[in-house]
């Protein structure tokens, strides 16, 4: 019997299974924390908390999607503690939760006679933060608003790879100081840039200044900050503290009498304004929060998928790892209507760099890989497990980031080399622009303009396409309207088509070689096959982007363009094969100079493109390009964005597959279980979080066509119930126990 005709089967007799009671993800710590460092989040719409209880005082960061200052740096908000007296949290008794259906928070303490209860939470429609406190009987409390940047702070030897300039900072390059002052009872506390930003630098670096005004500029004249503020609290003076050997002052706000319940707001906001006085306006409005309404929009979250395994070797691994999948996919939504995309190293959620490498002794606001330089080839693991999780929604900021950035992509195109199209380098700034740093301030006066002088970024030019490609797949899971991406895809593959006949005719009389096709070089196979001649990861997502576009329905191209695409399609080249050990296997491009780096493109073909996999020709030289290649047996790994277990996933080689995503998804070594990483990148490693994901999705869901593949690479001896999305607005909901597939649904949503 066919799969397909078996599936249809279950589908139509399902046999439900009773008795299963759904896991509880919910983290609950007993004791208190050392440090930041074992905080937890906690967050809504575009902010985030790191929350953690040291000493019997409550803290927690503040950050919010889009905080850039003037260095491009993703600057925290600040820090809130919270002290109570007597206090309840030095006792016998202390617990915290990060309750998921509801999207909060909960400290509980009990200290002899005294208890208290704390709940935080994120609105997640307008940018406040919460904290109820509810004691058994009267306390004092106080509020501290914690600020490190309360002067000009310079940054030393290596802070800077916070921020764009990376290593090769300006000399006395500092932060520059927020203003924090007492506004009556409440506390107000903002940056505001001002002066020369590094995208004044950048322009001026590439050579851009001509047509600097045509550019996205989002560093100028934006402001970001809050007022905290709290019922019954008046100020109570400002101090000087140290934490982790960063200094700060604290503006402290103090209960006016012994209270029972209480509850203190921070309203943030963010916008470039014209002058102070339009964001303060803005600042002070009036905004309220509907709690019912933000724990709806939290089930509702939680329901829409779900993924519980129960592994049955007498370990809790398969809890393990469903409990840190929905524990990564709620971080995730704590961004879900930001400005900005999530960043990969770290999200909204990094803490004292130091409890992540102790030699980076630095304030709260370093990461590695700086803060408003968006590396495409992390960002895009981030947003791929978005798709079969359903949470479309979640996806529009890395969509808006490329849309933002396209006239400036467009426009590098034109200055540098007078053609058509978007080139958008990998690693690129917030405003459009490669990275400076990257870039490189020394480079030879003659060398071209539009390249990265850089080794490992020259030439990358075609991760844009993956942001293309997910646009698409949202259209073809959901039926959604892309009108207003579809210039983006185009300008995209119209930049390799004409840059490529371009450099052609830089060598010699013809555009295209001897069978009429591209000649794709340099190139560069991600950033590990390097100056190469049509790379494998160049001609996949070109084809598959290509394709798409022209799958899409009638009203979003006219009959040109579809001629023009379908012209283009033909002028590809072939994706190469090379024997190794007698196997055919997928080489990761026709030619190449250098390796450089430790990424397997030659399986880029497999994810995300798609060409090879289950059901589709040639699988077989897939899985000999896993298992024969030298350089991906050599590459291959879990930590950080390694992809190993999606490949092993999509090719159906589950034992490979699931020790891979075990060590993937497993616990991490820190308190909160999903704090992976630093792996390549920071921590939180949002990277490898996502990878790890993917992983696990492609073991229990793929898809070819319109047919569904449930459990294609996943193991008999794990018992799971999931919850995931497929294309063309389909909801499968599987039960898997004991080696057999009990119940199967398949629902459209339309």
């Known amino acids: ?110 200290n ?41 702070r310079l940054l030393r030897k290596g802070e800077s790879d916070q921020n764009s300039y990376k290593w090769a900072p300006p000399k006395e390059l500092v932060t520059k100081k927020d203003e924090v002052a007492y506004d009556g009872n409440q506390i107000l506390f903002y940056h505001r840039n001002t002066g020369e930003t590094v995208f004044d630098a950048t322009v001026k670096q590439q050579g851009l200044d001509s047509v600097k005004a045509l550019l996205f500029n989002p560093l100028k004249n934006l402001t970001f900050g809050g007022i905290v503020e709290a019922k019954g609290f008046q100020p109570a003076g400002i101090s000087n503290g140290e934490y982790n050997h960063t200094d700060y002052k604290a503006w402290k706000l103090q209960s006016e009498k012994p209270l029972k319940q209480w509850e203190l707001t921070i309203k943030l906001h963010t916008a470039q304004t014209k002058d102070l006085a339009e964001w303060l306006q803005a600042a002070k409005a009036n905004l309220s929060s509907n709690k019912k309404k933000n724990i709806a929009w939290w089930k509702n979250f939680q329901n829409r998928s779900f993924i519980h395994i129960q592994s049955k070797d007498g370990t809790d691994t398969g809890f393990e790892l469903s ?67 359903g949470d479309f929604d979640l996806m529009t900021p890395q969509f808006e980031f490329y849309k933002r950035i396209l006239q400036t992509a467009e426009i590098r195109s034109k200055v540098y080399w007078g053609h058509e199209g978007a080139c958008f380098t990998e690693q690129i700034e917030n405003f459009g ?24 970024l020259e030439y990358q030019w075609d991760t844009a396409l993956e942001f293309c490609f997910l646009i698409l797949e ?6 959604a309207d892309i009108s207003e991406y579809i210039p983006l895809i185009e300008s995209s593959l119209r930049f390799f088509d004409e840059h490529y006949q371009y450099l052609a005719k830089q060598r010699g009389i013809k555009a295209l070689d001897g069978n009429g096709k591209l000649v794709l070089f340099p190139g560069s196979s991600c950033e590990t096959y390097k100056m190469a001649y049509n790379s494998t990861s160049t001609i996949a997502a070109l084809q598959t982007v290509a394709i798409r576009l022209l799958e899409l329905p009638a009203q979003y191209l006219d009959a040109e363009k579809r001629t023009y695409y379908e012209q283009f399609l033909n002028r590809l080249p ?58 991906v047996i050599k590459f291959r790994d879990y930590a950080g964005w390694k992809q190993d277990a999606i490949w092993a996933a999509r090719l159906g080689l589950t034992e490979e597959a699931k020790e891979l995503m075990v060590k993937k998804l497993q616990n991490s070594r820190r308190k909160f279980p999903a704090f992976w990483g630093p792996g390549f990148d ?42 995931l999305h497929a294309p063309y607005n389909k909801v499968i909901e599987c039960k898997y126990i004991n080696g057999e597939i009990k119940e199967l649904k398949i629902n459209n949503k339309k």
């Open 1 to 110: 019997m066919k799969k397909t005709v078996f599936f249809l089967f279950l589908i139509l007799f399902p046999l439900l299974v009773s008795g299963q009671k759904t896991p509880d993800y919910n983290l609950v710590w007993d004791t208190p924390s050392a440090n930041s460092g074992e905080s937890m989040p906690c967050g809504g719409g575009d902010i985030g908390l790191n929350v953690w209880v040291e000493n019997g005082d409550i803290l927690f960061y503040m950050a919010r999607s889009g905080s850039f200052d003037e260095n491009n740096s993703l600057l925290k908000q600040g820090r809130i503690r919270i002290k109570l007296s007597p206090n309840p949290f030095e006792g016998e008794t202390f617990r915290q939760e990060l309750n998921l259906e509801e999207g909060c928070v909960l400290i509980t303490g009990k």
């Open 323 to 389: 409990r840190n999948y929905q524990l990564f996919r709620y971080m995730l939504a704590c961004n879900a209507s930001g400005d900005y995309p999530t960043r990969f190293n770290g999200g909204l959620f990094t803490y004292d760099p130091a409890f992540v490498d102790s030699i980076r002794d630095f304030t709260p606001d370093y990461r590695r890989w700086t803060g408003g330089t968006f590396t495409a080839q992390n960002q895009r693991l981030v947003y791929f497990p978005m798709l079969k999780n």
């Open 112 to 152: 002899k006679a005294i208890t208290s209860d704390i709940r935080i939470w994120v609105d997640v429609f307008h940018p406040v933060i919460h904290v109820e406190v509810t004691n058994n009987q009267n306390l004092s409390a106080s509020i501290s608003y914690e600020n490190w940047r309360y002067q000009d």
């Open 433 to 456: 622009l490669p990275n400076p740093s990257e870039y490189t301030w020394k480079r030879p006066e003659k060398f071209d303009k539009g390249l990265e002088y850089n080794a490992w």
């Open 574 to 631: 072939e994706i190469h094969t090379r024997e190794i050990d007698g196997h055919t296997t997928i080489a990761p491009a026709w030619q190449w100079e250098r390796i450089n780096n430790t990424e397997s493109p030659q399986l880029y073909p497999v994810f995300p493109w798609g060409i090879y996999g289950i059901g589709k020709p040639d699988l077989e030289t897939a899985i000999n390009t896993y298992r024969y290649d030298p350089d």
């Open 474 to 479: 949202k259209e073809r899971y959901t039926g």
């Open 682 to 723: 920071w921590t939180p490693d949002h990277n490898w979080g996502g990878s790890g994901m993917i992983a696990l999705q492609e073991m229990l869901l793929q898809t070819n066509g319109e047919e569904l593949l449930p459990l294609p690479a996943f193991p008999k001896n794990w018992d799971v119930h999931f919850k």
